[in-house]
Each structure stands twice: as C-alpha cells, then as structure tokens.
Antibody, heavy 121, light 109 residues
C-alpha cells in the first residue's frame, strides 16, 4: 500500500525547534519530489516547502524561509522538515505530500495523515 | 507570488450539478488541481491536469479551465460529496512555489 506517515509534531514554545518526519512506503520514494503543506486550525491549505527527488533542489514559502529546512534520506525513504524560531502563526497540521507530475500542472496524489504542531508558552 | 480565489461556500441540492470555481493569474499558464477534504481527514486529489481523475474518483467529478478560471464540476452531487474543496496550481512567478485557493465549503442539501 502506498503510504506516507508523519511524526514528530507536538507542543513547542515560541522560538523553539521541532523536526518532523515523513516515512514513505509502497512506492519508489527516490523517484518523487515531495512537499510539506500545512493547515492552521480552521484555515485552508498552505504550501510550506518542496524538495526534488534527489534532494538537490529545495524551495520554501516566504513565510518560513530562513527558519525551516527541508531534507530527505532516500536510503531511509524518509522526508524531514526541521523547524526553528517557531512562531504562533506556525501552529498547524503539517502534511507531507507526494508530487504527481510537474509540467503544466502540479498535483499532490498521496498525502500523509498529518501531524499537529502547537506553538504556545 | 500569485493567489487563487475561491468562493467560501456553495450549496447544491442532492442529485443536482454544482460548479466550484478558482480564479488566479497562474491559471492562465497552468492547470489547476482539485482536492476534497472532509473534517479531520487529509485532502484527497480528485482532479489534476487538463481533466484527469485519479483511480477511484467517481466520474461525476470533472474539471475545466478558461482564461484565468478553473472549475470543478460535480454532476449529480451525492451526500458524501459534502466537504471542503481546494484548488492549487504552480505559481507563475517562476519561483517553483505552489499556490492554493482558500477553499470552498460545499453543502449538499
């Protein structure tokens, strides 16, 4: 079964750090670009970060640039998001998602179940 | 960066047809993809590219595009279609980013 499973969420104080993981199974992880997408409570989806299939290219939303780092270990079939200098506005459910296609469209065909990050003192 | 605009809420009578729209400059260059999200669940891809449905998505879901507007049409809406729907596309700014619409809450009456 094709699956993504996030972990690492939790409660963190403002200014703190957290590392999220996303374990992939059921497909050739190293063949796919991956994204992190977040959703604040009661709000819509927001692009956070992206990484190419070999990890050589990374991209960040302006809201997290300089504070978050995306990476992957293709030998472990795992995607990561290192989050630092966390703010209240970073509080959200964080999803990892597999990218399907990248030409005249971009789609996320597989999503994890999400992991909640709570930023509060 | 570009933005995608969706109506916050739309309703449809059971069995009728509903169109959910998404507007934005990036849609002049790229097709939208559409996601269905039910409470407490992760989003599910329902339409991608010109008008493609992933395996397992009913054929009552279809997509179209004209100018800066993309549309998701549900022909013969079912009670289980009640959900939030989001569009997304590549950002046309050339920065490899992705943009999402704000979402549309679909109510099936």
């Amino acid at each position: 079964e094709v699956q993504l499973v996030e972990s690492g969420g939790g409660l963190v104080q403002p200014g703190g750090s957290l590392r999220l993981s996303c374990a992939a199974s059921g497909f050739t992880f190293s063949s796919y670009a991956m994204h992190w997408v977040r959703q604040a409570p009661g709000k819509g989806l927001e692009y956070v970060s992206a990484i190419s299939s070999n990890g050589g290219s990374t991209y960040y939303a302006n809201s997290v640039k300089g504070r978050f780092t995306i990476s992957r270990d293709n030998s472990k079939n795992t995607l990561y998001l290192q989050m630092g200098s966390l703010r209240a506005e970073d509080m959200a459910v964080y999803y990892c998602a597999r990218v399907k296609g990248y030409g005249d469209y971009i789609a996320f065909d597989i999503w994890g179940q999400g992991t909640m990050v709570t930023v509060s003192s | 960066s570009s933005e995608l605009t969706q109506d916050p809420a739309v309703s449809v009578a059971l069995g009728q047809t509903v169109r959910i729209t998404c507007q934005g400059d990036s849609l002049r260059s790229y097709y939208a993809s559409w996601y269905q999200q039910k409470p407490g669940q992760a989003p599910v891809l329902v339409i991608y590219g010109k008008n493609n449905r992933p395996s397992g998505i009913p054929d009552r879901f279809s997509g179209s595009s004209s100018g800066n507007t993309a549309s998701l049409t549900i022909t013969g809406a079912q009670a289980e279609d009640e959900a939030d729907y989001y569009c997304n596309s590549r950002d046309s700014s050339g920065n490899h980013h992705v943009v999402f619409g704000g979402g549309t809450k679909l109510t099936v009456l």
